[in-house]
DNA sequence: GACAGCCCTGAGAGCGCTTCCATCGGGCTC
DNA sequence: GAGCCCGATGGAAGCGCTCTCAGGGCTGTC
């Protein structure tokens, strides 16, 4: 590829030129080539090459209306995007399956709520084709702004609003979170304990309401005050495992929300002297890696594939793309992934 | 603002007519609005609201050759790319520099070595104006690949290869790793502690290699046996540790290159019983909030400003923009960003 | 009162590409 | 052998914008 002294890079023109033919010839050509005669194609694919022809990105949007991007919008508060592999994982996931389809991610961070306007002046602006979003509170304005822009949407993580009839479905990924509840807990059932606590996490994310659910799902005459309230951080595992060891100094089983709850958790138990499992089974979820196999015993947990759900969630929104420029194509609709007991050593 | 009908948006051409004037004025407004009278002005800007009118940038970016978006470039195995904070934190800063200057991130990770050649068109391909790259080893291809398609590029962390007169000198911004070394290895020195002891990290990273030659600078006679290498994670600064007490059982301090290698070397002191910080000192390196402050005991460690690194990047590469834009301006140069030794209890 | 000069404004070219439409040529059919 | 149809090709329009350039109105000066 010859060095371009930028801003003299070849234009289509100088390719047909070389090769002889129209510039629309060149341009099909350029474009998947059919419908021009096998000869044709090779001149100008070798005019491409001689010349290190790069097609002009701005001008082909400017006819085609596709931009060939999409955003990736992230609202969550800084602290949750810097400590949660969560996030970084599905982007890689995302990353992965848009760079399959010759699709760029523009990332945009919300830098506060008052943010939320240069967010949708970039929306519609035509910047991007689509857009991902994670992590939607009741009140949160990207669904509406992307309504606004016009523009397809998947979101990750159940919105709390998906029952809100005011708006049409909006596909999203998420978890079997219920699902993955059920599973550990009859699974610490199983195991003969009969006083399961859970420590759950807060109230505004779905996920914990989902897994939370899925606890009463199969304890369904179960002691309310078998659940304490936590926030999906270690200190507040602690701080809830020490209430529940308060009020029922007799449990024998604890099912927290996630991993970082139950690293919490156990770091309590430990200090109180209470063998895990033998005394207490602990379960956590999201197999973080970071966390489950870093504690002592390694914990037992619910494991979700991160990577993949991202992406799913490329796939939905390029499908929704497709569908958009084909006018056919099938609907794209929620997707639940499963989740998958991890045995270790903590239960 | 109108909910717009994707497709339909108002063009520059609408709004001059309502607002009653040339095409030529509505732009000027609409960018600025130099050189245009107040009234016309205010008639162009009521006409914009009117219609909700957002430039389409594509039309822009064809006749200015400007994208208004910069790539940021990550090669990191995917590995450290999740487990790092650090990384995070510095797109936090970057975002948050470029946002303020109207710029766009679109995120480029690298999947696998075969892929620089995407990453090669993306960039010759006009779709951004700049390059912020990550992790360089020795033989990256992203400088060249950033020279060949003649846009600026920072570059974070020192590049092995600065030293190649080959390569113009690409700015970057780096911590003073050298000096935080220094900082850390002297306050062992000055608690009275005579054998000191460092567990290094890679020696394919400069970073590394810089906090091994701070240390040195301090200790300049020192006994090469008491520096152990690891490899940035927990579980080689174990090891490290180890090796480093069999060899010398009666060392009083540890300077580990990072957090998380001194994370392992706290277990393994806490196993053996040793008192940190009454028998050994330990000092860490990066401050990383999630492993800095909850060891038992919480690590001294050397800080860096990692999103100010972040936004000092974007600051750099904004600036050479602008400088090749208008001709003239400061030639952006690497910057050394300070630590500061941040004093906890475990030394 | 006339003219120079300045500031605003508008006309128009053109950025590089895709795509509609007309054209052309070749192979078939009768 | 003439007419037709179809597939391949080229001409040209136009996507929405910026920016140069020329012109028009106005002020100020002599």
Redesign the interface.
Known sequence: ?P?????S?PTLEAVAARAGVSRATASRVVNGGDGVRKPLVDKVLQAVDELGY??????R??VT?R?G?VA?VIAEP?TR???D?FF??Q??GI??EL?AHDT??????V?GPG?FD?I???L????VDGALAFSLHTDDPVPAIT?????PAVYGGRPSWTADPGDQAVPYVDADNRGGARLAVRYLRDLGRTRIAHIAGPADQTSAMDRLDGYRDVLLDGDPTLVADGAFT?ESGARAMTELLERHPDLDAVFAANDLMASGALRVLRERGIAVPEQVALVGFDDM??VAT?TDPPLTTVGQEIEGMGRLMARLLLRALDRERTGSGEVPESVITPTTLVRRASA
Chains 1, 2 share one sequence.
């Open positions: 590829m060095e371009q002294p930028r801003g890079r790069i097609p002009n990105h701005a001008a949007t400017l209306r931009t991007a990736v800084e995007f810097f400590s592999p970084s994982q982007i890689r990353s992965k760079t760029q991610l523009v990332l945009l961070l830098e943010d240069r949708a002046r970039y519609a602006g035509g910047h309504r606004r822009a016009g523009i270690v890696d970071s870093e």
